[in-house]
């Protein structure tokens, strides 16, 4: 599922943390949790989870005002 479809669910703090650590390996388990109860990606590990598109969508689409 393309990330704009789950972005305006995920909670603030998930939001906050990839903000802050924009391209980031490994995601920590609370920010994969709430990732996947908005209705993205479901992984089975903690890296590779976003793809590079979904990462130019935090840097530059999402806003800072959720």
């Given at each position: 599922m393309e990330i704009f479809m789950w972005w305006l669910d995920l909670d603030l703090a998930s939001k906050e943390w990839l903000r802050a650590n924009l391209r980031?390996?490994?995601?920590?388990?609370?920010?994969?949790?709430?990732?996947?109860?908005?209705?993205?990606?479901?992984?089975?590990?903690?890296?590779?989870?976003?793809?590079?598109?979904?990462?130019?969508?935090?840097?530059t689409q999402s806003e800072f005002v959720d």
């Open positions: 980031a390996d490994e995601l920590p388990l609370p920010v994969l949790q709430g990732i996947a109860e908005a209705g993205g990606p479901h992984p089975d590990k903690a890296s590779g989870v976003l793809s590079a598109a979904d990462w130019d969508f935090v840097e």
